[in-house]
């Protein structure tokens, strides 16, 4: 079983930026595809970032493309995701989440096992 802990949200405000951090345990952490997922207030959970085991590929919603940075670091067992300029509209709950070894990388939230159980993330005006 993995447990994932996420770590760093918090109230800032537009422009500023944020690293949240995910600290996977119980399982091999190198083996698995990480990935960061947001739901703002009222709304469905949304794929924002994913890293795959080898380090080699990552992808991004459209919405954070140019702003957000997903990193690993496989010796420290931990996945960050750097936030720079914060809309508004990044304001949500924002939650890691892992998948299975052998999975393709995936936007779809049905396609990742398991999920920490997110940090807060509100940006101001």
């Known amino acids: 079983q993995v447990r994932l802990e996420e770590s760093g949200g918090g109230l800032v405000q537009a422009g500023d930026s944020l690293r949240l951090s995910c600290a996977p345990s119980?399982?091999?952490?190198?083996?698995?595809?990480m990935g960061w997922f947001r739901q703002p207030p009222g709304k469905e959970r949304e794929f924002v970032a994913s890293i795959d085991w080898t380090d080699t590929e990552t992808q991004y919603a459209d919405s954070v493309k140019g702003r957000f940075i997903i990193s690993r670091d496989n010796a420290d067992n931990t996945v960050y995701l750097q936030m720079n300029n914060l809309k508004i509209e990044d304001t949500a709950r924002y939650y890691c989440?892992?998948?299975?070894?052998?999975?393709?990388?995936?936007?779809?939230?049905?396609?990742?096992?398991?999920w920490g159980q997110g940090t807060q993330v509100t940006v101001s005006s």
């Open positions: 989440a892992s998948q299975r070894p052998g999975i393709p990388l995936s936007g779809r939230p049905h396609e990742w096992n398991f």
């Open positions: 119980g399982e091999t952490f190198s083996t698995r595809n």
